[in-house]
């Protein structure tokens, strides 16, 4: 059981540590060969722009934009996959489709880059699941995000004109969606036997009421 229980935590850990290690190498070939990806961004209403959707999470402006970034994707996905392995591939990639989509739709006329997006994505489906599943961890770990980016909020309002809110916005829009469509996925919550009693009555009275 143990056992079972730490592979799953290593292969989430893996999961997470590859996932950030691909934007960083992004980050590294623009750096060792001097390029540029940033027109690889989505630029919204242009068709040119339609790429950005699946490849601007992987495009950052700066190292500070990059690190800022890694950790809240390496945590996010990590819980994704612990908790969702078995539609994990399915969340992420509509939480990137979706989010970028709402993007390019509603987005400013200029290249949009950097996971934020997804991360807002990411962030709003684990705390909204929680709250929706009545799942005792799920909801501990939708309060540690709540507290961990307590601050999301104010990163859909469009305070700083470099800072991409529509990619926020979109995402955790995105990701309260996907928590609601996927509300009968991942873990279930047990249910004490006091419940199952209620549950059992609940049945009969509404047997007796049909006779």
Known sequence: MNNGINNS??????????????MWLVKWAEINFQLTFGSL??????????????????IHGDLTHL?????????????????????????????ILLTGVGVWLFG????????SGLIYALAGFIFLS?????????????????????????GILPYKEKISWESHLSGLICGFILAIIFKNQGPIRKKYDWELEEENQDLNIEYHYKE
């Open 9 to 22: 935590i290593q292969y989430s850990v893996l999961v997470a540590f590859f996932s950030v290690l691909l």
């Open 41 to 58: 961004g989505i630029r919204p209403l242009s068709f040119s722009g339609l790429i950005g959707i699946f490849t601007s999470p992987f």
């Open 67 to 95: 690190i800022n970034n890694s950790v809240p994707v390496f945590v996010l996905i990590a819980l994704l996959y612990q908790f969702y392995k078995d539609v994990f591939s399915t969340i992420l990639f509509l939480s």
């Open 108 to 115: 400013r006329p200029v290249y949009h880059i950097g996971a």
């Open 130 to 154: 929680g709250i929706v599943k009545k799942h005792p961890q799920l909801i501990a770990i939708s309060l540690l995000v709540s507290f961990l980016y307590g601050g999301i909020v104010w």
